[in-house]
């Protein structure tokens, strides 16, 4: 019993992050309907930038804000400079292109920053709260920043006359564009909020795997899992999809082997699209004809 309560809670832990990433794979897609397939190796980059400003001498919170607003603004170069020219080119140009910028962010980290595995800091204690057994402080840690990020995003976009506008261009761009609002800004804020979502979660799982170019590569297929399973149009739905997905991902490591724990997200993925490919809170298009 002890052995499935710590599984659970541990992979909460490590839901929370596929939470997030597959969070700022839901902000992308609802701002552009596009899979953002670099959205993995954009948070690996903005960590290593959260790591060099830690070795310059800066505390570790300091350094969590500015990197998730240097994540901000790169997402916004990224949309205005490399995606908005080819908005209107066929998908299959487009998904050239965001493999292309996995290719890139990938060999620049190996390249600046060196292929050497490097410790990144928790900002958590190091024993346990209240002794418990189950799950350590950065796990709970984790949870707690992934439920806050939901919370702070469902106020912006829900009360704010921003996140309104933004609402308001993704679903109807055409109709936004003749009550005033820039779309194409709206876009591009939708693309650094999920940069900053992003390197967030990027932050927060580099203490468990450790800071290497490739350590967001197996992450992100777990997040398209967990953004399928809750519906790629849904947030919440998202974020509940990367909870299931981690608590999945650790019981069937635990009890079938490492070995299938990959698997676990690629049999959602591929189970979703046959059964639901709105995922379990996405919406459900209908087209009378």
Known sequence: MDLILHQIFSGLATGGIYASVALALVMIYQATHLVNFAQGELAMFSTYIAWSLIQAGFPYWAAFFLTAGLAFLLGVVIERVIVRPVEDAPIMSVVIVFIGLLVIFNSLAGWIFSYTIKPFPSPFPAEPPFGNRYVSSHELGSIAITLVVLSLLFVFFRYTPLGLAMRAAAQNPVSSRLVGIRVGWMLAL???????????AGMMVAPTVFLEPNMMSGILLYAFAAALLGGIDSPGGAVLGGFIVGVLENLVGSFLGTELKLT?????IVGVLVVRPSGLFGKVLVTRV
């Open 190 to 200: 939708g693309w650094g909020l999920a940069g900053a979502i992003g390197a967030i």
């Open 264 to 268: 676990v997200a690629l049999v959602l």
